[in-house]
């Protein structure tokens, strides 16, 4: 059994522990929110925070998550209420909407280091891959976020 | 915002409505809507619903989206028509996701699909009448209930209101009158500068959902006692399974069933982790087949071959393009132009539920092409249409042309027969390109004779490529067979903006096993990267600027100089570049827009920094700017995939089938990007595919700019240069 | 004497030519550990990781960062983690670059001589001020170190070469030096 934090919520799961934390989420604990787009950390889609650090789940053996904290897409607000999540909505940001969960996180994870991040220092940060382009907007709604623009 | 689809399939089995589409007056236009009394199975009387719209006695309206919403924005842009027509209230509309039914049939081409970018052009007269129609019968209820005349009343926020007065009522209240009342012949439309949302931004409705991890796409559609299923099939055209090993797979936890594929294997298991896991330790092996002896070099041979020799089939001959070209001389100028195969690679990889038991075939699927799944499934399960039902996820996470195909769907079909149970199938990334069925490599042969001043009086064009228009629109396969020319592949190229005395385009069906089909841009894209090259450099042969040749090209379209006008000004064209940097153009007339794109480059060796684009858009008319300008800045991006990437084969499979082969560009190296509409006036013309048609010449010209060199085929990477963050 | 005098100075000819020749002789199969792949990806003297068996630049944009282990936002504990991966991401405890005092590379992807290399070894100003025996130590126990020895399967699947010694033999080798007076090569 490993058991681990989920947005504030304690859990035991009983499965083989190489399973990808990703999966987990998805299927044993149904949150649903965080997506699988390349099983190879490459795309960024299914980013989390494992104890506040930005983790890409497929990636993330079930096993290494005992007694951690872990924060999905579902626990960044209870209502939309994050600074990002009001930027996005704001700057319109997603279109199909896939890698926008895993996008945000990243995005998150870098504000909570770096409140107000420069254009270089975004670039570096956000390498998750959107087939749709909104990287423009992405660039946007994180300055919005990041300045407190109407927040 | 979506509510449950199964208490709408109730509603609309009461109504006995269910797969045999809607009664039809006679009076009113095919596939419009209409209205049907009360349910007899419900306890609450007096709702309204036609196949677009339902309005409950609690003034709840719901409006039934038949387009996919893939990122496009267009269950938004729709249901703001239908909103506005009718005069609901925006803020408390509900949006449902439509099922298969011939009341959702795109009405230019009789068939529930979405893709082309034809989505608003092919709807908009039909909803905005069906909002008329239905704001005039309740307009009329409310009269009659009033004893006024009904040009007293109009109807807002989901309220028929008597001009000059307090008095009004909701449309709940009203609905079971209407619902009786005899549909006009010819509601009158409100007419533009009535509209208030049409023409503005509008908050997208999908928006909120995606931000917080709510929107649910396919794969993540749950229906009770599913299994979930991993896939393996012949990654090469034409390939075999040959061998796996079962009892492995079956020993492993959670494995419930190994079932066997027409040309692959699947596991199914309680959870998809457990059957992926299973699924690789079987070690599915296969033979090649067929397609076997097929790698990029003999691929590239065919190609060559073609080009040279054909055979050809003429679509266009006008006035003597072959004999001016075969004086030869100085003045004519010939160059070839290569796009590589792509995959669609949707961040969503395909997936599909499915429920099949004797009776009945239930599909879950984030489908672009729900009337193409039916038909595929009809013939795969031997079922009558009544009997099957393919829903759609509220959203697709991308489409780009792939989920047009029913491929994905069948093959969950066929799982759930096999098992006896509700199945997910989700391909993995490796399965999900390996499978794809691409946008096909196209080689393009161009050639003019320049006159004396320059200008290209004759111009000829070869273009190589195997189908895009079979897969998705199986009907074609007689133009095909009699003509060989797929209308497709002809975009951009058999009607182009520019106008030339003499013209002639031939074109050549490739034959290949590698499964090809239609991807955003179509055939623009291909066809564009070889026009907007070979235009640049006649325009350096004649020593004329890019702007100022295309502009000497385009005197007799107004719109297009309008568009080609704005976008200099706007991209600065004429303004100094420093060192190593460039500026590009490029200009189409695609999916009934103009576009013309500005790039402006830094080159330093090898690496190539995309500093800014800037777009001028004339698509007749902008029904929401918001959701356009994301359309075209998102559509660049993707243009730089298409100069970034491409897949290769190898004993005819692909190479690139995960993200860290198949690259795809990043934030750090996207350009700024500055977009303006102009309203030309004309038609309404596609916005979805458009900018990702002109990102790719538009590129080679300004690295020819910035660099001296000119490159002829993308991705750029073959030219040893690489996109650097900006 | 005189030719007393001379084979005596023969004789410490040879002694040194041949103490040299060992030195050369010693360290030599330590040097090809430590300029292997597995090792020099991360000893770089590049703001960027290296991958794969061609050293090719990381994938996906990844950076050094300031502290070695990614640039704000996208460390390398973002996809790395204690253990291999059954993808083929690879991992180990404390996943980063070497910082750039220990990079083994005289400019990016070419590895120092054996002589320079040696010298930078134990050259504590750079090797995080380990004494030989410390050297020792570290080589044994670092996490980083050993799973040069069992990198796991790269996303291809093909299991990642190790360096020409095994572990083992290569800690012998390094402590045979050690014992030999860490004797670099000229």
Known sequence: ?151 | MHTDQLTRRELLKAGGLVGGGFLLSAAWPVHAATLVGPSAGRAASGYWVTSWVRITPDNVVTLIISQAEMGQGISTTLAALLADELGADWHSVKLETAPYDKAYENPKRNWMFTGNSESTQSFYDQITKMGATARYMLIEAAAKRWRVAPERCHTQNSHVRLSGSSRRLTFGALAAAAARLTPPAAAPVKGRAALKLIGRAVPRVDVPEKVDGSARFGIDIQQPGMLLAAVRCAPAAGGQLKHYDEALARSRPGVKAVVRLPDGVAVVADTWWRARAALLAMNPQFEAGAGGSIDQASLMDQYSSALEHGPFSTVVNEGDAQALLNTGGAAVISADYRNPFQAHATMEPMNCVARVTPERCEIWAPTQGQELALFALKSALGMQAEKISVLRSDYLGGGFGRRLLPDFVVQAALISKAVGATVKVIWDREEDISRDSYRPASFVRLTAALDGQGMPGALAARVVSPTILLPVFPTVQPVLDKTGVDPSCMEGMAEMPYRFKHRRVDFHLLKTPIRTSVMRTTGYGPNTFALESFVDELAAAARIDPVEYRRRLLTHDPRALQVLERAAQLGNWGAPAGKGAGRGVAFSFAFGSYLCQVMDVEVAGDAVKVKRVATVVDCGRVLDPGIAAAGIEGGTVFGLAYAKSRITFQRGAAVETNFHRYDMPYLAETPDLVTEFIEGGGELGGVGELSPVTVPPVLANAIFAASGRRIRSMPIAEHGLHLAPT | MTWQISLRALLLVTMIYSSLADAQASFEPIARVLTHPRCLNCHTVTNYPRQGDDRHAHLFLVARGLDDRGAVGNRCGECHQGLNQGNGVPGASNWRLAPLGMAWESQPGVALSDAALCRRLLDQSRNGNRSLGQLAQHLETEALVRWAWAPGKNLDGKVRESPPLGREQFLQAFRAWQAAGAPCPR
């Open chain 1, 1 to 151: 059994m490993i058991s681990f934090t989920v947005n504030g919520k304690l859990h035991e799961v009983d499965v083989e522990p190489d399973t990808p934390l990703l999966w987990v989420l998805r299927e044993q604990l149904g949150l649903t929110g965080t997506k699988f787009g390349c099983g190879i950390a490459a795309c960024g889609a299914c980013t989390v925070h494992v104890g506040g650090s930005a983790v890409r789940s497929c990636s993330f053996a079930v096993s290494a998550a005992q007694g951690l904290d872990i924060t999905t897409i579902e626990g960044l607000s209870a209502d939309r209420s994050h600074p990002l999540q009001k930027a996005w909505i704001a700057e319109q940001v997603p279109q199909c909407g896939y890698c926008q969960s895993g996008m945000i996180m990243a995005a998150a994870a870098l504000l909570a280091s770096v409140p107000e991040p420069s254009d270089e220092q975004i670039g570096q940060a956000i390498t998750n891959i959107c087939r749709c382009g909104t990287y423009y907007r992405v660039k946007r709604a994180i300055r919005r976020a990041a300045t407190g623009v109407g927040s």
